[in-house]
Every structure is written in C-alpha cells, then in structure tokens.
C-alpha cells in the first residue's frame, strides 16, 4: 500500500508538472493573474529555521539566475542554517548594485555594518573591515571580485560565517580552507537577472512583487540647494545612495571616499 502511494503520488506529480507548465505559458499570452502556479524543487533539508524548534527546508525554482544562493556552488564549510542563507541572500543583493564595480560587504542581521568600493578586490575588503571592526564578527562577506590570496589573508583573521564570490583562487582556498567551519561560496555573478518576482508569505495567503533591481542615478541637477556638490560629493552621495536602499527601518547611511 505504501509503494503504491508513493508510485501514484510521482505519477501525479509528473502529469501535473506537465499541465502546469501548458497552463502558466498560455495563462501568460493571455494575460491571466487570478491564479499563481509556482515550482520549487526541494535543494536541502535544514537541521532548523529561525529558531531550533522549528522545521526548514529550503527549496530552488527551476529557473536558475544569477546571485543566487540555489545555484551556488559550496567549496568548504559546514551546511548553511535559515537564518546563514536569509543575510547571504541580502549581501547578495546589496552586491548585485554594483555590477563590475570593484566592492565589498559585510553583512550580519541582514544590515550592512561596512562597505566599500575599491581600485581592486583587497582595497575594497580593507575599507570595508576598517568601516566596522567590530560588528562585522561573525558575519558575511560578499564580493564581486575574484578572491586571491592576498584577499584571502586580510579576510583568515577575522571570524567569518561565509565569504561569497564569483570565484576563489586555488592560493586562496589553501588559505581559508584552514579554517574547517568556515563557508566559501562561488557564486554566478557573470550576468544581470531578467525580470524576476519576489515572494513573501504571510499568514494564509502570499505577496508578489517585481524584485526591486533597479536605482535611478542621482545627477547634480537634482539638487535644490544653492551650494552644489562637488565631484567627490556626488560619487559618494553615488554609493550611498545603493547601501541606504538595502538597510532596514528608517535609514542612515554615512558615507565618504568610498565607504561607509
């Protein structure tokens, strides 16, 4: 009886998986949203969620894009918790704002406590240590450049939950991997997302947004003031401006020569 269920339960699956997918392409052409089919395949149990009682699971839509934790690639350290997998995916995005830009983060709490712009991967990880000793202990790091081995030494003697990047030299990883908990990820990087949706569950019902990717560029004109900013001013104003969309409640973020 029980294989039976369980045979019948993928037959289901399998023929349902089918029509959903006729059903989502021709509700599209057609421009129907009074029903919502999503498909998310199940990637990793969890040992918990938020809180030790609480069961997790984390799963994967079957549409892989860009900065995304489904997609990564783990190299080293232990299995990543609800809560580690919650800040990455904000430092991601706080990442994804800078595009080829040389940057860095630490993230904790889903909050920035330092970031930075660089000349070139290490520059940009000093600057963002040196914004917040302290609160970044037992963080994230996030960055899109290639981390070497001399990035991977600034980084080894700070207590770190996570480092993502595009990619990890192998004098690199020979550095970090000494450290047996700590979570290197390779991350996709190599291209903006298309269009995407963002989902939020709330008791008995779901929210659906277009994930928010964009940030209008600030220019001098916009100022409505008599004493305008100067060239420095507005690069930093620049960089500010795409820290403070990702901090949480009522926000402010200081900035100056790159860095928070």
Known sequence: ?????????????????????????????????????????????????????????????????????????????????????????????????FGKTPFCVGLK?????????????????????????????????????????EMAEGMKPVFLEIIMAPRFTEEALAVLETKKNLRLLEVDMSSESPKQMQYVSVNGGLLAQQLDTETIRLTKEMCVTETQPTDEQMSDLQFGWHIVKHVKSNAIVVVKDGRT
């Open 109 to 149: 709490h889903m909050n920035p406590c330092g970031a930075a712009i660089g000349k070139n991967g290490v520059e940009a990880w000093q600057k963002a240590y040196d914004a917040d000793r302290v609160s970044i202990f037992g963080g994230i790091v996030a960055t899109n450049c290639v981390v070497d081995k």
């Open 1 to 97: 009886k029980e294989t039976r269920l369980e045979l019948s339960a993928k037959a289901y699956t399998h023929t349902a998986e089918y029509d959903m997918c006729i059903a989502a392409y021709m509700r599209k052409a057609a421009g129907l949203n009074e029903k919502l089919f999503l498909e998310y395949d199940l990637k990793q149990g969890l040992r918990y969620g938020e809180n030790p009682h609480q069961d997790a699971k984390f799963y994967a839509a079957q549409e892989q894009v860009p900065y995304s934790l489904a997609s990564a690639k783990q190299l080293h350290g232990k299995e990543l918790s609800y809560n580690n997998i919650q800040d990455a995916n904000a430092a991601l995005n706080i990442v994804r704002e």
